[in-house]
């Protein structure tokens, strides 16, 4: 079955220090693998968007990786931001029966000064 | 990129009534999709609307409850019939769209819209 799991479910860190987003999935045949952040009340925007080949893409402070071997990624976030407290949703698509987007439930994050 | 709206950002609807949300985009695309976002939850396909063709509907939606139109390659409305509590959820809209390197093809959300229904 088509799976996205993502750790942890919820975050708290101060400003200014970093943290690292997972997530597992279990989803072939595998297209690529995308993290969007959701703030509160809007709609997801996309961060980063990676392939089968890829291993690291980085979007300002916002830094993914991608182990196609083991079927994980993570999503470090660097000197963080009062801004950056969302939801960070990782999806990944299959190309299996048309394009299928499998959607983990996201992490909450909430940042503190 | 696609700049995406929703109307209305927000809305409070009776029980048995029925609410219609529009989105528009700023560029012509091919496929649009409608998702919803229950409280807490990730987002769940409702249905696939492509122009000139009938809507596609995924598992436990159907189209009596969630009637979508696609008068064009930039429109597109979804409808809540028949409103009950369970269906407080945001609802989104999504372009699909694709870039010339292969497995790219990136998804553009509209800001969604709130409904509650009491």
């Known amino acids: 079955k088509n799976q996205v799991e993502q750790s942890p479910q919820s975050l708290i860190i101060l400003e200014g220090k970093n943290c690292t987003l997972q997530c597992n999935y279990t989803v072939s045949p595998f297209s690529n693998l995308r993290w969007y952040k959701q703030d509160t009340g809007r709609g997801p925007v996309s961060l980063t968007i990676?392939?089968?080949?890829?291993n690291t893409k980085s979007n300002g402070r916002y830094t993914a990786t991608l182990d196609a071997d083991t079927k994980q990624s993570s999503l470090h976030i660097t000197a963080s931001q009062l801004s950056d407290s969302a939801s960070y949703i990782c999806v990944v698509t299959s190309n299996q029966a048309g394009t299928a987007l499998i959607f983990g439930k996201g992490t909450t994050l909430s940042v503190s000064s | 990129s696609a700049v995406i709206s929703q109307k209305p950002s927000r809305d409070i609807c009776q029980r048995g009534t029925s609410l219609t949300i529009q989105c528009q985009v700023d560029?012509?695309?091919?496929?649009m999709f409608w998702y919803r976002q229950q409280p807490g939850q990730s987002l769940t396909l409702i249905a696939t609307?492509?122009?000139?063709?009938?809507?596609?509907?995924e598992s436990g939606f159907v189209i009596d409850k969630f009637p979508i139109s696609r008068p064009n390659l930039t429109f597109s409305t979804l409808t809540v019939s028949n409103l009950s509590p369970e269906d407080s959820s945001i609802y989104l809209c999504?372009?699909?769209?694709?870039?010339?390197?292969?497995?790219?093809?990136?998804?553009?959300f509209g800001p969604g819209t709130r409904l509650t229904v009491l």
């Open positions: 560029s012509q695309v091919t496929m």
């Open positions: 990676m392939t089968f080949s890829e």
């Open positions: 999504s372009v699909e769209v694709a870039w010339e390197r292969p497995n790219t093809d990136t998804q553009y």
């Open positions: 609307a492509n122009q000139g063709s009938e809507a596609t509907y």
